[in-house]
């Protein structure tokens, strides 16, 4: 069964950076897709940055030049570094498999504060 596994959440002050990390269970070249969400509280789940076929990258308008999505193959895992990071970036962030089928991690919060 495929699991991911989020960490590197926390709390930041605006301005700061965070790398967001998540462990695959299996290869990470099985997923066609990878990706990052996050969910701010009272709002709907949006994609933050997607990964496709190992190095096609999209990223919301919000984030486009403060955020990067990588992958390691040696390590499984896909990445989200988030530089100059902002109130509004608060949310938990889910990280997402695509294999036929959605797999979602449980999420991992990020805080900043001003």
């Known amino acids: 069964q495929v699991q991911l596994v989020e960490s590197g959440g926390g709390l930041v002050q605006a301005g700061g950076s965070l790398r967001l990390s998540c462990a695959a269970s299996?290869?990470?070249?099985?997923?066609?897709?990878l990706a990052w969400y996050r969910q701010a509280t009272g709002k709907q789940r949006e994609l933050v940055a997607r990964?496709?076929?190992?190095?096609?990258?999209n990223y919301a308008d919000s984030v486009k030049g403060r955020f990067t999505i990588s992958i390691s193959s040696a390590a499984n895992t896909v990445y989200l570094q988030m530089s100059s990071l902002r109130v509004e970036d608060t949310a938990i962030y889910y990280c997402?498999?695509?294999?036929?089928?959605?797999?979602w991690g449980r999420g991992t919060q990020v805080t900043v504060s001003s």
């Open positions: 997402n498999g695509e294999a036929g089928s959605a797999y």
């Open positions: 299996g290869s990470i070249f099985s997923f066609n897709a």
């Open positions: 990964i496709l076929g190992g190095s096609r990258r």
